[in-house]
């Protein structure tokens, strides 16, 4: 799959969406925002907005960079390169679940509270996304279940996947 600017539209989209988010809300937040969460949905540590917003756009670039450039150095490149669609398919549902949780973070800072049950949703979208996909992956250094009798055989790493992708 050859580079194509049409490609990209979608995740740099959700990069200048988060970046409208953060620059919207920026001035409403309090000055330290919930950054971790207890099973209740409680807040359990903080963050300095001027730290943690910065922090999740860096974060939300640099994956975006990283999941979009990796797999280009993999030794199975060769193999990779006519379903490197998929990796981008991941990379584009990664970022979604980012910016996700970015505005939920946001919802929290409000609020004071997560809001867990749209948290369980969103999880609940990645986990069937991720079940959809695993099987469509090809051997690879780094997205699948990598372990050292996955990534010595083809035909070990295509049923594990298989078999994996519904129990995600």
């Not at 409680?42 to 001027?50: E, L, M, R, Y």
């Not at 006519?82 to 584009?92: A, C, K, M, S, W």
């Not at 699948?144 to 010595?152: D, F, S, Y």
Request: hydrophobic share 50%.
């Amino acid at each position: 799959m050859k580079w194509s600017l049409k490609r990209e539209i979608l995740p740099l989209c959700i990069i200048v969406v988060f970046a409208a988010i953060a620059a919207y809300s920026y001035s409403s937040l309090p000055d330290l925002v919930p950054s971790h969460f207890g099973f209740s949905g409680q807040p359990d540590s903080f963050s300095p907005k001027g730290t943690f917003v910065p922090l999740m756009a860096a974060t939300i670039i640099g994956l975006y960079l990283l999941l979009t450039f990796v797999p280009l150095i993999d030794p199975f490149w060769k193999r990779i390169q006519p379903r490197y669609g998929v990796f981008l398919i991941l990379r584009d549902f990664v970022l979604v679940l980012l910016l996700f949780l970015f505005v939920l973070t946001i919802i929290a800072g409000r609020t004071g509270h997560l809001p867990t049950s749209a948290l369980a949703v969103g999880f609940g979208f990645f986990f069937i996304f991720l079940g959809n996909y695993l099987p469509k992956l090809p051997r690879n250094f780094f997205f699948g279940i990598r372990v050292p009798w996955t990534l010595a055989s083809e035909t070990v790493w295509r049923k594990t996947h298989i078999v994996s992708g519904p129990l995600t």
